[in-house]
């Protein structure tokens, strides 16, 4: 039985793909996505570029920034999302933040105090209708989703008819 060979780079895509659209499904759930002003902050491919196209896809009205970006609280506090993956430890404080704005953290860091993400929840919180805590936010929805890859990759394997090997 020749073993089958499971392409690394096309299982990253469509998990990058599928928890970018999971964490917009989470959004237009609570909120109604047409012309929703929504502020991304992180340009990764793995989270940044993928959640701007899902919201365009949906009509919010997208503005992209990083950590470069000059006078990034004043874009920040525009948004009624605001989606922050742009690596960087408690990056965004309440100063960031639009009163009510709903706001996804999907960064995690190991610090000395412990995990956080990069955004500084404990003020943040006082501010936002809605936010996500690091860790228990974006992050079992990661592990959801490469667990539902994964089962639908070994599905995939079990319905290939597997040949013997020819000596």
């Known amino acids: 039985m020749t073993a089958q060979t499971m392409d690394g780079t096309a299982v990253a895509r469509r998990v990058r793909e599928q928890v970018a659209a999971g964490v917009a499904a989470r959004i237009a759930a609570g909120r109604r ?3 929703l002003a929504t502020v ?3 340009r990764s491919v793995l989270v940044g570029r993928p959640m701007a196209q899902l919201l365009l896809a949906r009509d919010a ?11 990034l609280a004043d874009v920040c506090r525009r948004a009624d999302v605001l989606v922050v993956a742009a690596g960087v430890p408690n990056m965004i404080g309440a100063d960031a933040v639009n009163p009510g704005a709903a706001v ?3 960064g995690i860091h190991r ?3 412990g995990l956080c993400g990069d955004v500084r929840f404990d003020e943040v919180d006082e501010v ?15 592990i959801a989703m490469l667990l539902a890859n994964t089962l639908q990759a070994a599905e995939a394997m079990d319905s290939v008819d597997a040949e013997p090997a020819s000596v």
């Open 128 to 142: 936002a209708g809605l936010v996500s805590p690091v860790p228990g936010g974006v992050g079992p929805l990661t």
């Open 40 to 42: 991304l902050v992180g």
């Open 33 to 35: 996505p047409p012309g």
């Open 104 to 106: 996804v953290d999907v």
């Open 111 to 113: 610090t000395p105090d």
């Open 61 to 71: 009205t997208v503005v992209m920034c990083h950590s470069r970006t000059r006078d």
